[in-house]
């Protein structure tokens, strides 16, 4: 994993998974997030600003996207992998061409409550998610499925203070 990102540039632009409330409370996200739902919704509008769906945060070209990790949770981890890759990754993607510039014109956040049921593969820089409910413990390969191959250029949001801390999120620069 690359070294962890000490400025704010994932408040406005790229795709990033955050965890921490304070941040997003800080950009006035919790009152304007939209769930997953909306979010595939949206995508049926045509990413059409004046949607029902639409809804930025913060006044930014920013949105928070609640529901992943309950979707995840839900289904068998194969098939979340799958989902991830045939389902969500092409929505996020026409996203960032549509509302984003191609992906440097604003940012997409998903807020995953629970930090601690991420894993980092040390030898590769892969992402795992750590299923919970029916499937509790299984891991899902997260990186491939939101950053598809470029979750080598994944960084950590800080601020981290040691080396167990968790930071934010992570961040990815471009959307594609």
């Given at each position: 994993?690359?070294?962890?990102?000490?400025?704010?540039?994932?408040?406005?632009?790229?795709?990033?998974?955050?965890?921490?409330?304070?941040?997003?409370?800080?950009?006035?996200?919790?009152?304007?997030?939209?769930?997953?739902r909306e979010?595939?919704?949206?995508?049926?509008?045509?990413?059409?600003?004046?949607?029902?769906?639409?809804?930025?945060?913060?006044?930014?070209?920013?949105?928070?996207?609640?529901?992943?990790?309950?979707?995840?949770d839900?289904?068998?981890p194969e098939?979340?992998?799958?989902w991830?890759a045939?389902q969500?990754l092409?929505?996020?993607?026409?996203?960032?061409?549509?509302?984003?510039?191609?992906?440097?014109?604003?940012a997409?956040?998903?807020?995953m409550?629970?930090?601690?049921?991420?894993?980092?593969?040390l030898?590769?820089?892969?992402?795992?998610?750590?299923?919970?409910?029916?499937?509790?413990d299984?891991?899902?390969?997260?990186?491939h499925?939101?950053?598809?191959?470029?979750?080598?250029?994944?960084?950590r949001?800080?601020?981290?203070?040691?080396?167990?801390?968790?930071?934010?999120?992570?961040?990815?620069?471009?959307?594609?």
């Amino acid at each position: 994993m690359n070294p962890p990102l000490t400025d704010d540039v994932w408040k406005r632009k790229g795709i990033s998974v955050l965890w921490d409330v304070a941040g997003l409370a800080s950009l006035g996200s919790l009152q304007t997030a939209i769930s997953l739902r909306e979010f595939f919704l949206w995508n049926a509008d045509d990413w059409r600003e004046d949607s029902t769906h639409a809804r930025f945060s913060g006044g930014a070209r920013r949105i928070v996207v609640a529901g992943l990790e309950a979707a995840l949770d839900c289904m068998e981890p194969e098939a979340a992998e799958e989902w991830m890759a045939q389902q969500l990754l092409p929505v996020i993607n026409r996203c960032a061409e549509i509302l984003f510039e191609g992906g440097t014109g604003g940012a997409l956040l998903f807020w995953m409550v629970k930090h601690d049921r991420f894993r980092v593969k040390l030898e590769n820089g892969e992402i795992l998610w750590t299923c919970d409910g029916e499937h509790r413990d299984r891991k899902i390969l997260f990186s491939h499925g939101l950053w598809n191959g470029a979750y080598r250029d994944v960084q950590r949001i800080a601020p981290l203070r040691t080396e167990t801390e968790p930071g934010l999120g992570f961040y990815l620069q471009r959307i594609s």
